[in-house]
Nanobody, 123 residues
Framework: QVQLVESGGGLVQAGGSLRLSCEAS????????MGWFRQAPGKEREFVAG????????DYADSVKGRFTISRDNAKNTVALQMNSLKPEDTAVYYC????????????????WGKGTLVTVSS
């Protein structure tokens, strides 16, 4: 069983930056691929970024590639999402995820979800 707790969301102006963090419980963090999804009002939950168990492989949605960076610290059981050059369309609740299946892009592949943290980007 894994518990995920996100933090770092807030209100930021377009062009600004935020760093989201996710802390995982347990001592098997390095056996999970991790990821971030987001859900905007009235929209389906969508993949944002993923990272494999070791942190060597990363994957990004086209909409955030070049602006967002996912990273993990297995010694601290944390995963982060650095978000730069934020746009109003990035406004969403961001969810931290974990999966035993290896790096994936689909919601159905995720085994664990955090409760989410709200990011609001204003013009």
């Amino acid at each position: 069983q894994v518990q995920l707790v996100e933090s770092g969301g807030g209100l930021v102006q377009a062009g600004g930056s935020l760093r989201l963090s996710c802390e995982a419980s347990g001592r098997t963090f390095n056996t999970y691929a991790m990821g971030w999804f987001r859900q905007a009002p009235g929209k389906e939950r969508e993949f944002v970024a993923g990272i494999n168990r070791s942190g060597v492989i990363t994957d990004y949605a086209d909409s955030v590639k070049g602006r967002f960076t996912i990273s993990r610290d297995n010694a601290k059981n944390t995963v982060a999402l650095q978000m730069n050059s934020l746009k109003p369309e990035d406004t969403a609740v961001y969810y931290c995820t974990a999966t035993e299946a290896g790096i994936r892009r689909t919601s159905r592949s995720m085994d664990y979800w955090g409760k989410g943290t709200l990011v609001t980007v204003s013009s």
